[in-house]
């Protein structure tokens, strides 16, 4: 009986390559064996990878501005700081569609292995830097040279059965806020560490010379492990022409299957940028991107900030405690509580709430900094958690829309654009989060929204005017065809 069940699933498949990757991945899961741990520990590795060095720098960021010596007034710094974080962003805006088209042509895993590759070169020679425009060209290298986010939203909604696919952008997603969260703790926690820990790393010794190398050489070692492991990525891409279906018996198992494949080709012509629900959602993610990108920068560096620019006077290690709780929250959250909330709301509506929360937590920040003590560590860490448990709903429904408005053909691509957007959003961000926290610090004693209060209602109407756009008739849904409903 088992036999004629899985007889029955290959079925429903028009016919399958025997050398193409993308059919056997197809056959996994018309047979339902998709959703498997390897799966989903391939994009955690190959994400979490990619996300680590984005913001790791944040915490030590504005002491190595500092010990650059490039900033003549202490508060310059967050603005000098600001251009090495958008260097990344700027690279990858310019190569993100390119990437993409390659995976489209080459297939997911080339450009996956390539980007890793660029992380374990450049992200080291950032933490080797010992002047800024070495910093600002190490970063901008490796955002040019990283080039596999897209393609891998685009793998993880191929690699799984459309209804399964919620699992694999929320896998996506959690390894990509994990990375946001738990890079910038290492880069907390391991950051100058002949200061921290003279015992292990004694003074004028190699760590002493170069402070910030042992987050990065860390972040790219795992890089390493990542890349390894990528020679067993399964592919999803097919490799055979479209239109030719092979010469054996499963040929006739559908007639109409030569009509789909022309099908197929027709929409290879199809303008992704008249495609509204997928540009409307691209739009809205870009809004959010800047928005979200702005806020961690600004958080590290309000956080270390003295008191009397209204900022927390942290230490690195205690934005690494507080970033540190948030990561393991996360995790507890994608996988008990996220796919439960998310079949009740839905994934954009749930987005949505999620959005709207977020902009009252966001502006009680500078209350938060007049507290002290224990109250103020507590108080600072629930903030920041339900920050980002709030951020990655927001954009696992973002990736859901995304996807779900192409075909695969065109995934990458549609994804390249998405990135691209993205990063000169992203870009943009980090320059003026630094430019607006270090103007606000210099009116402390403004009438008008004084001090940190003004950065953090600048960040928030960007988020309003995200809100607004992620309702109707804005951001719109692609409907299903007949064929896709009965599917």
């Known amino acids: 009986?088992?036999?004629?069940?899985?007889?029955?699933?290959?079925?429903?498949?028009?016919?399958?390559?025997?050398?193409?990757?993308?059919?056997?991945?197809?056959?996994?899961?018309?047979?339902?064996?998709?959703?498997?741990?390897?799966?989903?520990?391939?994009?955690?590795?190959?994400?979490?990878?990619?996300?680590?060095?984005?913001?790791?720098?944040?915490?030590?960021?504005?002491?190595?501005?500092?010990?650059?010596?490039?900033?003549?007034?202490?508060?310059?710094?967050?603005?000098?700081?600001?251009?090495?974080?958008?260097?990344?962003?700027?690279?990858?805006?310019?190569?993100?569609?390119?990437?993409?088209?390659?995976?489209?042509?080459?297939?997911?895993?080339?450009?996956?292995?390539?980007?890793?590759?660029?992380?374990?070169?450049?992200?080291?020679?950032?933490?080797?830097?010992?002047?800024?425009?070495m910093a600002v060209t190490s970063r901008f290298f490796l955002g040019s040279l990283n080039g596999l986010l897209g393609p891998m939203k685009a793998y993880c909604s191929e690699i799984f059965r459309e209804e399964k696919q919620a699992l694999g952008l929320s896998t996506f997603s959690a390894a990509w806020g994990m990375g946001l969260i738990i890079g910038p703790a290492l880069g907390g926690y391991l950051a100058q560490p002949a200061v921290k820990y003279p015992h292990i790393f004694p003074k004028d010794s190699f760590w002493d010379k170069?402070?910030?190398?042992?987050?990065?050489?860390?972040?790219?070692?795992?890089?390493?492990?990542?890349?390894?492991?990528?020679?067993?990525?399964?592919?999803?891409?097919?490799?055979?022409?479209?239109?030719?279906?092979?010469?054996?018996?499963?040929?006739?198992?559908?007639?109409?299957?030569?009509?789909?494949?022309?099908?197929?080709?027709?929409?290879?012509?199809?303008?992704?940028?008249?495609?509204?629900?997928?540009?409307?959602?691209?739009?809205?993610?870009?809004?959010?991107?800047?928005?979200?990108?702005?806020?961690?920068?600004?958080?590290?560096?309000?956080?270390?900030?003295?008191?009397?620019?209204?900022?927390?006077?942290?230490?690195?290690?205690?934005?690494?405690?507080?970033?540190?709780?948030?990561?393991?929250?996360?995790?507890?959250?994608?996988?008990?509580?996220?796919?439960?909330?998310?079949?009740?709301f839905g994934p954009i509506r749930f987005a949505r709430i999620s959005w709207v929360l977020s902009i009252p937590l966001l502006q009680s920040y500078p209350f938060i900094a007049m507290l002290s003590g224990i109250t103020l560590f507590l108080v600072i860490n629930i903030a920041s958690l339900l920050k980002?448990?709030?951020?990655?709903?927001?954009?696992?429904?973002?990736f859901l829309m995304q996807n779900r408005a192409v075909e695969q053909h065109q995934r990458g691509e549609a994804n390249g654009i998405a990135m691209t957007g993205m990063s000169i959003f992203k870009a943009i961000g980090p320059a003026g989060g630094g430019a607006v926290l270090a103007w606000s610090q210099k009116r402390m004693h403004a009438s008008f929204l004084p001090g940190t209060h003004m950065v953090f209602f600048i960040l928030n109407v960007a988020g309003g005017l995200g809100v607004i756009l992620m309702f109707t008739p804005f951001l719109t849904e692609k409907k299903k065809t007949p064929s896709e409903q009965l599917h």
Not at 388 to 398: D, I
């Open 1 to 133: 009986m088992e036999d004629g069940n899985v007889g029955d699933a290959l079925l429903k498949k028009q016919y399958y390559y025997e050398n193409c990757p993308g059919c056997k991945v197809d056959k996994a899961k018309e047979l339902k064996t998709d959703v498997s741990f390897r799966n989903l520990l391939n994009i955690w590795m190959v994400v979490l990878c990619s996300a680590l060095p984005i913001s790791s720098l944040f915490p030590y960021l504005y002491f190595m501005i500092r010990d650059f010596n490039i900033a003549k007034r202490e508060e310059d710094i967050s603005a000098y700081a600001g251009y090495v974080g958008s260097a990344f962003m700027l690279g990858r805006s310019l190569t993100s569609i390119p990437w993409g088209m390659v995976a489209d042509r080459y297939g997911r895993k080339p450009v996956a292995i390539i980007g890793i590759i660029s992380v374990i070169i450049f992200n080291s020679l950032f933490g080797l830097s010992t002047s800024f425009w």
């Open 210 to 344: 170069f402070p910030y190398f042992l987050p990065s050489i860390l972040i790219s070692a795992f890089a390493v492990v990542v890349a390894i492991a990528c020679i067993w990525l399964p592919e999803t891409l097919h490799n055979h022409p479209l239109g030719d279906p092979p010469t054996n018996d499963v040929e006739a198992v559908e007639n109409g299957s030569k009509k789909k494949d022309k099908d197929m080709i027709i929409q290879k012509d199809e303008n992704l940028f008249l495609n509204w629900p997928l540009m409307s959602s691209i739009v809205v993610y870009c809004i959010f991107s800047l928005y979200d990108i702005a806020y961690q920068e600004v958080f590290s560096l309000w956080a270390v900030s003295p008191r009397r620019l209204g900022g927390l006077n942290f230490t690195t290690d205690n934005v690494g405690d507080v970033l540190a709780i948030s990561g393991f929250a996360l995790i507890v959250y994608q996988l008990s509580l996220y796919p439960s909330l998310e079949r009740v």
């Open 388 to 398: 980002n448990l709030l951020s990655v709903t927001v954009v696992t429904g973002l």
